[in-house]
């Protein structure tokens, strides 16, 4: 079947823009939040394993996305192999419902940790976030497979070679659709806001915690959902609209705009999950702070100023439980 031709100029003026700012600032933060996942699983914090894999998972993300820019600025034209064009596209979308998954995961552990510590204690266990981890890529990978036996290139009525781009929507994709839009994206979000609410109602009734942990502790819970909203729910949302109200060349073209927009939010996914899990945690400050140091030294304006390593935090048997990056 060929593909509508649709008004894809966006994806030469804005994506390879923001895809090139993405990648310059992803990959280095990333990298070193790479780094501090690996110091909280040598703490035998299991942690760090989810902290790692949605790392993992961003990393293989940013890889793909020199691909996408190339493509784009051949005017949607896909000029590599078939094989090649299932690669980016799954280590684009593994990086959304790995992530979300991820995500979900942390919010379900910490909360479990503070209201349940003496229960569920495989779940607390690096054993049982190594599981989940597994399981979670299998999930994934096998989702995958159905797109590998799948016409992933197509050829619109320009004559150009698309890749994983169709317009309208076929049938099989409404229903992987469905799953995408029912277990990717709406199990979990209602799972991590209800394990965030109920860890923020257990943390601020219990009594010894400082305000200013307090404090932390929202601003990360706030920061977490915010990232949830705002970087994976527009694709989502206009995913549902495509799946529903998606028959005729005419509504893709009038949607196109709007779902690409969305599609093009969750690229900062990549950048916002280190800064808020890792270099926001009190425990990466110490390393973090020692790592640039020699670098600010560098800079001009800089010479005379001393990094300070935050000092540590007041002990808290509760805050070791509830801290949200440890």
Not at 67 to 80: F, K, P, R, V
Not at 157 to 184: A, M, Q, V, W
Not at 216 to 238: E, Q
């Amino acid at each position: 079947m060929t593909n509508c031709t649709v008004e894809h100029s966006i994806h030469q003026i804005l994506f390879p823009a923001v895809y090139i700012g993405v990648f310059i600032i992803g990959l280095p933060i990333n990298l070193l939040s790479l780094y501090h996942s690996y110091l909280q699983i040598k703490k035998k914090n299991e942690l760090g394993i989810y902290l790692c894999n949605l790392t993992i998972s961003d990393l293989l993300y940013l890889l793909s996305l020199p691909l996408w820019i190339q493509y784009m600025l051949q005017h949607d034209d896909w000029q590599y192999s078939r094989e090649l064009c299932i690669f980016s596209g799954l280590l684009l979308y593994q990086n959304i419902y790995i992530s979300i998954g991820f995500l979900c995961f942390i919010a379900i552990n910490r909360y479990l940790v503070v209201a349940y510590p003496l229960k569920f204690k495989f779940i607390h266990s690096r054993k049982a976030a190594l599981l989940i981890s597994i399981l979670s890529w299998l999930k994934e990978i096998a989702i995958c497979t159905i797109y590998m036996g799948s016409k992933v290139l197509s050829k619109d009525e320009g004559n150009d070679t698309l890749c994983f781009e169709h317009y309208p929507l076929r049938l099989k994709d409404k229903y992987l659709n469905i799953y995408k839009l029912s277990i990717g994206f709406g199990l979990p979000l209602i799972l991590l806001i209800y394990s965030y609410y109920k860890l923020l109602r257990v943390v601020l009734k219990v009594r010894g915690v400082q305000e200013e942990q307090k404090l932390r502790i929202k601003k990360l819970v706030s920061g977490t959902i915010i990232i949830f909203l705002v970087c994976f729910a527009p694709y989502h949302i206009f995913l549902m609209v495509r799946t529903i109200f998606e028959y005729d060349c005419s509504f893709a073209d009038s949607v196109f705009e709007v779902y690409h927009i969305g599609l093009l939010l969750m690229s900062f996914n990549c950048v916002a999950d280190p800064i808020l899990y890792c270099f926001v945690s009190p425990s990466s400050q110490g390393w973090l702070a020692r790592f640039l140091d020699p670098v600010i030294k560098l800079l001009p304006c800089r010479t005379n100023e001393v990094i300070v390593t935050p000092a540590a935090p007041i002990k808290s048997t509760v805050m070791n439980k509830t801290e949200l990056t440890q």
